[in-house]
């Protein structure tokens, strides 16, 4: 998947799946994402069962949307942490393995930022509305921001920053926080199957379709009510569907 297919797939379908670390069936799960009408999912370094199943999820499916999660753009930090992580990977191993693009909980330095954007997405996290903008500045897709709270958001987002920053949220994203956060001005939410799937009790295909479908439809819903005109664009060509974005992007 090229650069500019990987960011629409991701941009359009407003809600990704993030695969953390719980005992379900990884199989399982993105086979579930693809009967849910998935095509873009994120799979973080966190679940044990990494360096097996990005792979593997690439060769199987590889017009997925893969994206790496929880990714650390050190080697010498990553080679570190894997004496107690032994699924962590470096970004050129990533790379590699063919991900399509790299979440990080983490910034990242300006110089990976660099060396990457031109090839993978890339959505390192920001703490703030300020490194925010630097890691956008410096060539990254989305920056990534953590809820519940909103507060970084709406700073990113705020008038007088003019429509700049693209936003990716993650954590504490539920169906009810979905609409907020777009308010707010995030353009895309994650939310871990820890969430998607809360209450649910061993969980099966058919539940993890249902409720994947709960949160792409909260997403779709909260994105048309707040940006009609990116809405409309939806699989429109390509032209028309960059103008619709209420921020900047790099295309």
């Not at 953390?20 to 994120?42: F, N, P, T, Y």
């Not at 890691?135 to 920053?161: S, Y």
């Amino acid at each position: 998947m090229n650069l500019f297919e990987a960011y629409r797939t991701v941009h359009e379908q407003g809600f990704v799946p993030i695969f953390v670390q719980d005992e379900l069936d990884s199989q399982m799960l993105i086979e579930a994402c693809l009967e849910a009408g998935v095509r873009a999912v994120e799979y973080t370094l966190r679940r044990t069962d990494a360096r097996e199943m990005i792979p593997w999820i690439k060769q199987h499916y590889p017009d997925i949307c893969l994206l790496a999660g929880s990714t650390v753009d050190d080697e010498n930090i990553v080679r570190h942490c894997r004496k107690r992580y032994p699924q962590l990977m470096t970004v050129s191993e990533l790379d590699q393995a063919g991900v399509d693009g790299f979440v990080s909980m983490l910034p990242w330095k300006e110089e990976s930022i660099r060396a990457c954007c031109r090839r993978r997405l890339v959505m390192p996290c920001a703490a703030t509305s300020g490194e925010a903008f630097l890691q956008v500045a410096a060539g990254a897709h989305f920056a990534k921001l953590i809820g519940p709270g909103l507060e970084v958001v709406q700073r990113c987002r705020a008038v007088p920053t003019f429509d700049f920053c693209p936003v990716f949220i993650t954590g504490g994203m539920t169906t009810q926080r979905i609409p907020e956060a777009v308010e707010a001005g995030a353009a895309v939410i994650g939310s871990g199957f820890d969430l998607i799937l809360a209450g649910e009790v061993s969980p099966n295909s058919k539940t993890v379709v249902r409720k994947l479908r709960e949160f792409i439809d909260a997403a779709a819903d909260a994105r048309a009510k707040k940006w009609p005109d990116m809405a409309r664009a939806i699989g429109g060509d390509r032209q028309t569907w960059l103008d619709s974005l209420p921020h900047y992007h790099p295309f």
